[in-house]
Nanobody, 126 residues
Framework: QVQLVESGGGLVQAGASLRLSCAAS????????MAWFRQTSGKEREFVSALRRYGGHTYYADSVKGRFTISRDTAKNMVYLQMNSLKPEDTAVYYC???????????????????WGQGTQVTVSS
């Protein structure tokens, strides 16, 4: 089973950039569909971005498209989320997730992912 550990969160001002990292162990990131989700208090977990294991196709929520970029480094067994032009509404706990199988039409659905990290807090001040 793959274990995931996120890092890179923090407190930044609006307009700044952050790069979140997800370190994987017990599995190879290129064998999984990898994704980032986020959640704020009192709200449901929200899809942010995904990277398919085959072909490397990427998917983004409309709210982050053009600002966030998901990538993976197979040599380091890491997945990243580069976040630019951050907005206060990006404030959330960000979770890395992995799925060994995936129904493509459901790639944005959290229950499709069987492995989750513990999350990293991102706070964007106005």
């Amino acid at each position: 089973q793959v274990q995931l550990v996120e890092s890179g969160g923090g407190l930044v001002q609006a307009g700044a950039s952050l790069r979140l990292s997800c370190a994987a162990s017990g599995g190879i990131v290129s064998d999984y569909t990898m994704a980032w989700f986020r959640q704020t208090s009192g709200k449901e977990r929200e899809f942010v971005s995904a990277l398919r294991r085959y072909g490397g196709h990427t998917y983004y929520a409309d709210s982050v498209k053009g600002r966030f970029t998901i990538s993976r480094d197979t040599a380091k067994n890491m997945v990243y989320l580069q976040m630019n032009s951050l907005k206060p509404e990006d404030t959330a706990v960000y979770y890395c997730a992995a799925a060994s199988g995936m129904i493509l039409s459901s790639i944005r659905n959290g229950p499709q992912y069987g492995y989750w990290g513990q999350g990293t807090q991102v706070t964007v001040s106005s």
